[in-house]
């Protein structure tokens, strides 16, 4: 108990001094992931309205397939970009390993079937609803497609915060692929799992206390979003 | 006015989904003026007639010909279902939609919109959510953006199922107005009142085929067929 107080009150402090590595860190976290789910989110969406609207021979077998890619071990992810981008491997070339860009793919095969799958439910729903005008009105397979995005683009953005979710909390890959490298590569979930190693509790729970912090103002901010459809301001 | 579209001639026409015929065989011919009313029990075809003749039902048998190609047809047909499908988008965006599909200007689609909501009485709530409106209110919704695009052919499904007097007044006022403009109404109901008051000819529907064609008054006057008589007198007709 005497750890989750001095978590509490080292968090505190660690905000209010505005410490240095703790910005660093916060900013690495929110850098990577954010680019993350902006890379898995411009490749899930437009999957996810492909798969409401066409009907092609795989596709049931490839929601089947993304469906289950949602439970995607993050470790064997890492495992296999660590293969991937080493020396040794296809792309060893580029250099990437233990850099942050390395993270970011990492992260982006982890979240791109979680978006994709979320985003298929919705826009499959709002395909139902929306399939007898949109034939009668004659409307291009594109067309189709940008109009659900638009008019599910609440019920998207909820996909995207679930993997926004994923991603700032995902330790393993990143942890692989990464270094956890200081003032390169570490990150908040690195930096807990570090500081727990060395036994330093209260600055793994200040750090946690922050993670927190961030999800939630993220969720926050996405609640905020939602609350102007009722207004129709967006 | 004699639109370029008819005469519209059916032969055989069958729909079907899975193996179970829906509608069909069918043998009409329609020309380009008046309303047409499809009539007929529940679950006798008359939806399935209607998207059979719009296009958006598969054809599984038969020719439905047009005097121009389908495709050309197609772009001059709208449809109104019954339950209206409102976008997820203000009222004005949801009449304006086909527009704006069709590649029209922003701001001409915004003022034909404008024009089409006031007709239909819903110049005050042009920014409130589509899904947010009553039922009569969605329903000339889905009107104006049926007419928005100027179409020949108007196919409507019971378009005031569900609605109330005041409500299938205003509608069947609007539709009046839209014949008169020259558009072909070719609409389905089960309210005979509705039938006798917007059609000029009848197409009554049993076990999904033509069981009896006639223009509106000989029909009301006296159908020539037992079930259509049954029918007209309220009793069960299956």
């Known amino acids: 108990m005497g750890d989750l107080w001095s978590g509490l009150a080292q ?176 990150v908040l979930t690195t930096a807990i799992a570090l500081e727990t190693g060395k036994g330093d509790f209260a600055l793994a729970l200040g750090l946690g206390f922050v993670l927190i912090a961030l999800a939630i103002a993220v969720n926050l901010a996405m609640h905020a979003l939602s609350r102007t459809e009722v207004e129709g301001r967006w | 006015m004699v639109s370029a579209l008819f005469p519209l001639r059916v032969r055989g026409a069958v729909s079907s989904r899975r193996g179970t015929v829906l509608v069909g065989p069918v043998d009409l011919d329609l020309d380009g003026q008046g309303t047409t009313v499809v009539v007929g029990p529940n679950g006798s075809g008359k939806t399935s007639l209607l998207a059979m003749l719009h296009g958006t039902a598969r054809l599984s048998a038969g020719d439905i010909t047009w005097s121009v190609p389908v495709d050309q047809a197609r772009a001059q047909q709208a449809f109104v279902f019954q339950r209206p499908v409102m976008l997820r988008r203000s009222v004005l965006d949801n009449i304006a939609y086909p527009l704006q599909v069709a590649g029209v200007a922003k701001s001409e689609a915004r003022s034909r919109a404008e024009s089409w909501a006031a007709r239909v009485g819903l110049s005050d709530m042009l920014n409130r959510p589509a899904r947010a409106l009553s039922g009569g209110e969605q329903q000339k919704l889905a009107l104006a953006r049926a007419m928005i695009g100027d179409p020949t052919v108007l196919f409507l499904d019971e378009p005031c199922a569900a609605l109330d007097g005041r409500s299938t007044r205003e509608i069947e006022a609007i539709l009046q107005e839209v014949c008169a403009s020259g558009t072909r109404l070719i609409l389905s109901t089960h309210d005979l009142g509705q039938a006798r008051r917007l059609g000029d000819d009848v197409v009554f529907l049993l076990r999904g085929k033509v069981h009896e064609r006639g223009a509106a008054d000989t029909f009301f006057a006296g159908p020539v067929t037992v079930e259509a008589q049954a029918f007209l007198r309220g009793d069960i007709v299956e």
């Open chain 1, 11 to 186: 968090a505190f402090w660690l905000v209010v001094s505005l410490d240095s590595d703790l910005i660093e860190i916060t900013l690495r976290s929110l850098q990577v992931t954010l680019t993350a789910l902006v890379i898995a989110s411009v490749i899930a969406l437009p999957l996810a309205a492909v798969l409401a609207v066409r009907r092609f021979r795989w596709r049931r077998m490839v929601i089947a397939i993304l469906n289950a890619l949602m439970g995607l071990p993050p470790v064997v992810v890492g495992l296999i970009v660590y293969v991937l981008l080493s020396r040794s491997g296809p792309f060893g070339v580029f250099g990437l390993l233990f850099t942050p860009t390395a993270m970011i793919i990492a992260q982006v095969i982890i979240i791109v079937p979680l978006i994709a799958s979320i985003a298929h439910q919705s826009l499959r729903e709002l395909w139902t609803d929306y399939h007898d005008l949109l034939i009668s009105l004659n409307v291009s397979q594109s067309q189709k497609m940008r109009t659900l995005l638009w008019d599910a683009r609440r019920a998207l953005l909820t996909a995207s915060l679930a993997g926004f979710g994923r991603a700032i909390g995902e330790v393993g890959a990143i942890m692989i692929v990464g270094g956890n490298i200081d003032h390169a590569t570490r």
